[in-house]
């Protein structure tokens, strides 16, 4: 059964840095395009950041380009989400996402809170 364990959620204050991971297993993961999406209390779940199946390409959501950078490992299964410059509105559950053709895997989620 495949599976996404996400990590590195946490309370940090505004301005802080947190490093999310988030480790797949019984996968092909060099296959799949990674997803970090993210969920507010009351809010939809929002696509952050997206990183094609080799790495070459990410792309970003408007309000945390510069700030958030997705990165992949291949070798260890594992796809990153750098959080830099935190702001109170960046809290929320942060879930990774798995997609390759019509196959599509969710992560259980990490909390991400940030506030003084």
């Known amino acids: 059964q495949v599976q996404l364990v996400e990590s590195g959620g946490g309370l940090v204050q505004p301005g802080g840095s947190l490093r999310l991971s988030c480790a797949a297993s019984r996968l092909a993961f060099s296959l799949y395009v990674m997803n970090w999406y993210r969920q507010a209390p009351g809010k939809e779940r929002e696509l952050v950041a997206t990183?094609?199946?080799?790495?070459?390409?990410?792309n970003y959501k408007d309000s945390v380009k510069g700030r958030f950078a997705i990165s992949r490992d291949n070798a260890k299964n594992t796809v990153y989400l750098q959080m830099n410059s935190l702001k109170p509105e960046d809290t929320a559950v942060y879930y990774c996402?798995?997609?390759?053709?019509?196959?599509?895997?969710w992560g259980q989620g990490t909390q991400v809170t940030v506030s003084s």
């Open positions: 996402q798995a997609t390759y053709n019509f196959l599509t895997y």
């Open positions: 990183i094609t199946s080799t790495g070459g390409s990410t």
